[in-house]
């Protein structure tokens, strides 16, 4: 792994047909599901389909699911998704997913600083804001350390079993 100021240098790419697998084993594993949307699992096929007919253009898809590779050895940690974009306001919403077995070893900080440069630079976007459990102190310090700020507090928003948890909104504006 290469590293930069003990951190790993991470790149981001479009999906291709050999990520039917990493994506099965994400969408598939029941305890990520809370974080995301998912609910019930996704068939290999779906996947395959999905992934086929994904055009990558954030324009006609109004998102774009990118795969987070380690730059030094090439092996896919995770994948970060830019969903909701809204061209007229240049906002979307940020996510990201690193797997198991490559969590809290600084891919998560790289991959969401390079989602945010390319977010800036590359689509000239004003703001991506995220929403995160309120419980998930994790990715709200990893949000914050990327420069991500509270901007409000979503009550009882999301139901996880019989209970409701709330959601604070963070948002990153470019200027």
């Known amino acids: 792994m290469t590293m930069i100021a003990g951190k790993p240098q991470v790149r981001l790419r479009a999906l291709e047909p050999e990520d039917l697998d990493i994506l099965y084993r994400y969408e598939n594993d029941s305890s ?3 974080v995301g949307t998912t609910i019930a699992p996704f068939s ?11 055009s990558n253009d954030i324009y006609a898809e109004r998102q774009l699911r990118l795969m ?3 730059a030094a050895t090439g092996e ?6 830019i969903t909701d ?3 007229a306001d240049m906002r979307a919403q940020a996510g990201i997913l690193i797997g198991p077995g490559h969590q ?18 590359t689509l000239q976007l ?9 419980d998930n102190a994790a990715s709200l310090a990893l949000f914050r350390q990327c420069g991500f700020r509270t901007s409000g507090r979503l009550r009882s928003w999301l139901r996880r079993g019989g209970s409701y948890r709330d959601v604070i909104v963070l948002q990153l504006l470019f200027g």
């Not at 896919?76 to 998704?81: E, I, K, P, S």
């Not at 004003?126 to 309120?134: E, F, K, S």
């Open 32 to 34: 990520l599901w809370e």
């Open 44 to 54: 290999r096929k779906q996947l395959y389909d999905y992934i086929a007919g994904y």
């Open 68 to 70: 987070v590779d380690d």
């Open 76 to 81: 896919t940690v995770g994948t970060v998704d």
């Open 85 to 87: 974009f809204s061209p």
């Open 104 to 121: 809290r070893r600084g891919y998560g900080t790289a991959a969401l600083a390079a989602v945010c440069g390319y977010c800036r630079s």
């Open 126 to 134: 004003h703001q991506l804001y995220a929403h995160v459990p309120a």
